[in-house]
């Protein structure tokens, strides 16, 4: 990454330190459903020895509806190596949210933060309802184009009811206040049409989305799917890390847990059961190498027993590259999340979110402003994403025993030209948004009485239509949109189904098993898949 001044980094520091003296002391009121509580149990109190119908591996995203679903029937083991996510008021609450990032990873918060081999930071959920419960919580279904692709035969029906499942307990309309009204105002100035109102579906234009928090500030996370759970049937244990999956040749037959004392238990099906890997797109393939599926080359240098010769496990480590820019306000507005998306053609769309700390601006301080006008700045941060991603890479284990150590992930961010090209479209359209009558107000007068923007970071480049110069800021100022995927395909790793390839009662059911991330936000489609 690029190197940066210890001058940058004073003033960096300096303007922290203003961020954090306005930290809202609110202590969140949980206004969460919390009734799924009754059967959550601290894994320290689980026996030794117990026998499932399912267990799923994975409290998050894609696991709590997953387990809901399954209890209507069978008994069912939920594992979540996370904690309870209402001993973290912060995560609740969109407000905390927004500073909650900059916490230390003492490898309990429910923030898991990794570094991957490109440099760039990036960050894990680690609690009960995942990446849920630590997200911005924009909701919104997938495009149409992800239901065509190869590999799964989707009945349209059961999806739509999936989403609505979903919707009806978790997703709300959101009252847009001061900064997402601006910025839908210029997204429609700046072309990104139609108006397409509040909707949930994707849609080209600018449309107002759904959240998962509510107009409160309160976040509604997957964990709140399981209160339509039969609570007779699930069993959810927090503080459970999968060390790994147990097999009988190349059938899963359980799986070895530690609880937060470190001490090992063990979990069986019954004949007829499954296990569900849910661990995410890091934790599913990190979990399967460990179990001894994977490459042989791989497993053999760790030492590691093979059960199966799986050279596509932890292969196509796909990110989605974050572009934008983020600019100081010269006036207050209300810290915000994301809930306005302007969508163009080609899956390229835009958000924005509102912060009163810097932690999601990437460490390119090249160009810090002389000072803040105000004592109290708010960051207007301005991101871009594209759903499909051509450059591709891969995860590898770090350690052969320790799953708490974080694997090694490499994205290869622009590695392939068509990513370069999208970035260099979407910052070209960015920059007409940033024309617009709108975006002129949070403009500023300089010492030399020039207007103009306040940049934190590389202001966008001088001349959009210079294709070089753009290229260069989209690799200069990479970020992560959090929405990394892979791992685990559908078509190479597992079946139309979701079935591990060759093995027997094992099926993976998570972002892992995408190729491509869904629509602009995936938590509504993960959502949809545990359904
Ligand atoms: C900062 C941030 C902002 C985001 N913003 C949005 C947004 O606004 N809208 C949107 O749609 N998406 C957003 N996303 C993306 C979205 O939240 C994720 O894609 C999604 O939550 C992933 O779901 P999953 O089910 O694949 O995995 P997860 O939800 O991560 O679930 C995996 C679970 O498995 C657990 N686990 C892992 N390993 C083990 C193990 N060995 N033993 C036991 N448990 C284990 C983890 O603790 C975790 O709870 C954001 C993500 C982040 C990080
Ligand atoms: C689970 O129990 C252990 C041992 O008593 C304790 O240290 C830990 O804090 C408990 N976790 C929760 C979430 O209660
Ligand atoms: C684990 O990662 C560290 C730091 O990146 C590296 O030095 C070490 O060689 C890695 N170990 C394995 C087994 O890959
Ligand atoms: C375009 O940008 C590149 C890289 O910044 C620069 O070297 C080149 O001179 C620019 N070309 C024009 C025509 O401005």
Redesign the pocket.
């Known amino acids: 990454m690029e190197n940066y001044s210890k001058a940058n980094i004073l003033i960096l520091n300096l303007i922290i330190s203003i961020f954090q003296l306005q930290v809202h002391s609110s202590h969140a009121i949980p206004n969460q459903d919390v009734s799924y509580m009754k059967f959550v149990h601290n894994a320290t109190d689980l026996p030794r020895k117990e026998e499932f119908d399912y267990i799923i591996?994975?409290?998050?995203?894609?696991?709590c509806p997953l387990a809901t679903t399954l209890s209507s029937k069978f008994s069912v083991l939920l594992?979540?190596?996370?904690s309870d996510p209402n001993k973290y008021p912060s995560v609740l609450n969109e407000q905390g949210l927004l500073k909650a990032?900059d916490t230390e990873d003492d490898g309990k918060t429910p923030f898991?933060h990794f570094v991957s081999e490109d440099g760039v930071e990036?960050?894990?959920?680690?609690?009960?309802?995942?990446?849920?419960m630590?997200?911005?919580?924009?909701?919104?279904r997938a495009h149409k184009e992800f239901f065509e692709s190869a590999g799964v035969d989707w009945d349209m029906e059961l999806v739509e009811k999936a989403y609505e499942w979903v919707e009806e307990s978790v997703v709300s309309q959101p009252i847009l206040k001061d900064w997402q009204s601006a910025f839908r105002s210029a997204l429609l100035e700046g072309g990104i049409v139609p108006d397409n109102g509040f909707d949930l579906r994707h849609l080209v234009g600018t449309k107002t989305g759904g959240s998962i928090i509510d107009d409160k500030g309160n976040r509604h996370g997957?964990v709140e799917l399981l209160n339509k759970a039969d609570p007779k049937n699930l069993k959810v244990a927090i503080e459970?890390?999968?060390?790994r999956i147990l097999f009988s040749d190349l059938s899963a037959n359980g799986v070895s847990?530690l609880d937060s004392k470190g001490k090992l238990h063990t979990a069986f099906i019954h004949e007829k059961g499954e296990i569900f890997l849910?661990?995410?797109?890091?934790?599913?393939p990190?979990?399967l190498l460990l179990s001894g599926i994977g490459p042989k080359s791989h497993l053999s240098s760790l030492k590691l027993p093979v059960v199966l010769h799986q050279p596509h496990v932890g292969q196509s480590m796909t990110d989605n590259p974050r572009f934008g820019t983020n600019i100081i306000l010269p006036f207050q507005v209300v810290p915000t999340?994301?809930k306005v998306v302007g969508i163009l053609q080609d899956n390229i769309y835009f958000q924005s979110i509102a912060s009163p700390s810097p932690f999601l601006v990437p460490p390119t301080f090249s160009l810090l402003p002389p000072h803040p006008t105000s004592i109290n700045p708010t960051l207007a941060i301005f991101f871009g994403k594209f759903s499909e991603v051509h450059s591709k890479g891969s995860l590898k284990l770090n350690s052969s025993i320790d799953?708490k150590k974080s694997p090694i992930v490499q994205f290869n961010y622009y590695s392939h030209p068509d990513d370069l090209a999208r970035c260099v479209k979407g910052v070209r359209k960015l920059g007409d948004v940033f024309k617009t009558p709108t975006l002129e107000k949070i403009k500023t007068q300089n010492l030399k009485g020039n207007k103009g923007f306040m940049f934190l970071g590389l202001p966008l480049p001088g001349n959009l239509w210079n294709d070089s110069a753009v290229e260069e800021y989209c690799k200069k100022t990479v970020a992560t949109?959090?929405?990394?995927?892979g791992g685990c395909l559908v078509g190479k790793v597992v079946d139309g189904n979701y079935k591990v390839i060759e093995t027997e009662n094992l099926r993976v059911v998570?972002?892992?098993t995408f190729s491509v991330s869904p629509g602009?936000?995936?938590?509504?489609t993960?959502m949809m898949l545990?359904r």
Not at 123 to 131: E, H, K
Not at 134 to 140: E, R, T
Not at 240 to 243: G, Q
Not at 278 to 284: R, V, W
């Open positions: 591996i994975g409290g998050g995203t894609a696991g594992l979540e190596r996370g990032f898991q990036n960050i894990r959920g680690r609690v009960l309802g995942g990446g849920s630590v997200n911005a919580g924009f909701y919104s997957a459970a890390t999968v060390r847990y849910s661990a995410g797109a890091i934790g599913s990190q979990l999340s994301g799953v949109y959090w929405h990394y995927h998570d972002g892992s602009t936000n995936p938590m509504a993960l545990g």
